[in-house]
């Protein structure tokens, strides 16, 4: 069974531009995480999908930060404009409905100069 | 408020020898219980997990860990660690709606 794809892997930017990830969930997995990790912190939800709705995005920089699951499979997280402490690696989780365990994507690590 | 605290940050043992990492919880129910390792610049793996039942549970690569109600622990385990067990580990807490809340980590290092 193939495990949740995040890509870019790696992404460098300067403050004020865009960014976008993409994250492709566990097949049948509905509920979809995108978490934020700064260094030296552990992993902090930013929002969360059940379908193609939002579940939680009560810690979403809406400022800035927006996300979308179109077809309520793959997602994307956009950061605009970018700022020196959006650096941190973004990682995608996807679970079952009902289900507790969340499996995790590699992230991707972002640094903003 | 929900809190999960990893008291050591950073925690060497030698090769072979027995590991505890600590992690203590604020929970307003009965919670579900998490221990997730992750290696450099990889995502996070689930080692174990505490939902209901035996308060002892076995996860993967030989690791255990304990729920602790009184305590308001879930300390994990392993009686003898091996070079590659060196990564980061964190714990979680979480019920309903799926909402995770995770610890700061405590990073592993091993000496041969």
């Known amino acids: 069974e193939a495990g949740v794809a995040q890509s870019p892997r790696y992404k460098i930017i300067e403050k004020r531009q865009s960014v976008a990830f993409w994250c492709n969930p566990i097949s049948g997995h509905a509920t979809l995480y995108w978490y934020q990790q700064i260094l030296g912190q552990g992993p902090k939800l930013l929002i969360q999908?059940?379908?193609?709705?939002?579940?939680?995005d009560s810690q979403l920089p809406k400022d800035r930060f927006s996300a979308e699951r179109l077809k309520g499979v793959d997602s994307t997280l956009k950061i605009q404009p970018a700022k020196l402490e959006d650096s941190a690696v973004y990682l995608c989780a996807s679970s079952l409905v009902g289900e507790e365990t969340q499996y995790f994507g590699p992230g991707t690590r972002l640094l903003v100069l | 408020a929900q809190s999960v605290t990893q008291p050591d940050i950073h925690i060497t043992v030698s090769e072979g020898a027995s590991l505890e990492l600590r992690c203590n919880y604020s929970y307003g129910a009965t919670p579900y219980l998490f221990w997730y390792v992750q290696s450099p610049g990889q995502g996070l793996q689930l080692l174990l997990k505490?939902?209901?039942?035996?308060?002892l549970v076995q996860g993967i690569k030989g690791f255990e860990a304990e729920f602790k109600r009184s305590q308001s622990s879930f300390n994990l385990r392993k009686p003898s660690v091996h070079w590659s067990d060196a990564a980061e580990y964190f714990c979680a807490v979480g019920r309903g709606y799926n909402k995770l809340i995770f610890g700061a980590g405590t990073r592993l290092a091993v000496h041969p």
């Open positions: 999908f059940q379908n193609n709705g939002v579940v939680d």
């Open positions: 505490y939902f209901s039942g035996d308060t």
